[in-house]
């Protein structure tokens, strides 16, 4: 699944980058793609990689879910890092000021926000259900700025 994200990323970069023109928007759309791999990946995956179940053949169904009250705090901090790396891609100086862009980012962090909630009441499958809807709202975005390669 990472590898798709991160090709969906890298196609929004490209398209992005093919709707401005100069150094300057080659520029910003550098530093989308940097801020989404170095800040956005491990934020979302601290929800992501910790909610679930795997199938194992050796013991079955298996919860990736925090055990400890301090690895549901954890999920929580995830939560809040997501929200303020969102809020920043939202800023002109990373959203070039798209409307479209900003309304499906405000997606992201009403889920994020929701499922910060679902960690702190230790809800489990709360936290999976809202970890798919901020997949899709994800996956939404990255499909609008995606590029055909033709």
């Given amino acids: 699944m990472k590898t798709r994200i991160f090709a969906a990323m890298t196609g929004a970069i490209l398209v992005l980058a093919a709707c ?4 300057g928007e080659e520029a910003r759309q550098q530093k989308v793609l940097t801020l989404m791999l170095e800040e956005l990946d491990p934020a979302v995956d601290g929800i992501w990689q910790h909610s679930g ?14 055990t400890t009250d301090e690895g549901w705090q954890d999920m929580a901090d995830s939560a809040d890092k997501v929200i303020e790396v969102v809020r920043k891609l939202q800023t002109d100086e990373y959203s070039n000021g798209d409307p479209e862009w900003i309304a499906i980012s405000e ?5 994020t926000e ?17 970890g798919g809807d901020i997949y899709r709202a994800c996956l939404a975005c990255h499909q609008r700025y995606i590029i055909d390669d033709e």
């Fill in 114 to 130: 929701e499922a910060k909630q679902a960690a702190l009441a230790q809800d489990e499958q709360e936290v999976f259900d809202l």
């Fill in 20 to 23: 401005g023109g100069g150094g």
């Fill in 53 to 66: 179940w795997e199938l194992t053949e050796e013991n079955g169904e298996v919860s990736l879910f925090p």
């Fill in 107 to 111: 997606g992201v962090i009403t889920f």
